[in-house]
Nanobody, 126 residues
Framework: QVQLVESGGGLVQSGGSLRLSCAAS????????IGWFRQAPGKEREGFSC??????YYADSVKGRFTISRDNAKNSVYLQMNSLKPEDTAVYYC?????????????????????WGQGTQVTVSS
């Protein structure tokens, strides 16, 4: 059974850091584009990152502050978030591109997620 389970969210002060984790099961994430998107209340989903075999994409909103990393041995992906701002407050989803039709989230010029986890809340206080 394919599954993505996020963890590591929480409440942090502006300027602080958090590290999100995503454990994948039912498939080997090293074979796919994988990353994170987020959705703030009342806003559209934002595909701000994508890790591919050839490169990694970050939206301008997070570039220089957020970093994706993979651990293929643990079949996990991580998101290190530094210098957090109140506008980073959102539910964060770990996502993968399987190439399925249906509801998708675009992340940069070369990624389109079609499967994701339940999400983890990140709240940044000012």
């Amino acid at each position: 059974q394919v599954q993505l389970v996020e963890s590591g969210g929480g409440l942090v002060q502006s300027g602080g850091s958090l590290r999100l984790s995503c454990a994948a099961s039912g498939f080997s994430l090293q074979n796919y584009n994988i990353g994170w998107f987020r959705q703030a209340p009342g806003k559209e989903r934002e595909g701000f990152s994508c890790s591919r075999a050839s490169d990694t994409y970050y939206a301008d909103s997070v570039k220089g502050r957020f970093t994706i990393s993979r651990d293929n041995a643990k079949n996990s992906v991580y998101l290190q978030m530094n210098s957090l701002k109140p506008e980073d407050t959102a539910v964060y989803y770990c996502a993968v591109e399987f190439g399925l039709a249906g509801d998708t989230v675009v992340a940069g010029p070369a990624c389109e997620y079609d499967y994701w986890g339940q999400g983890t809340q990140v709240t940044v206080s000012s």
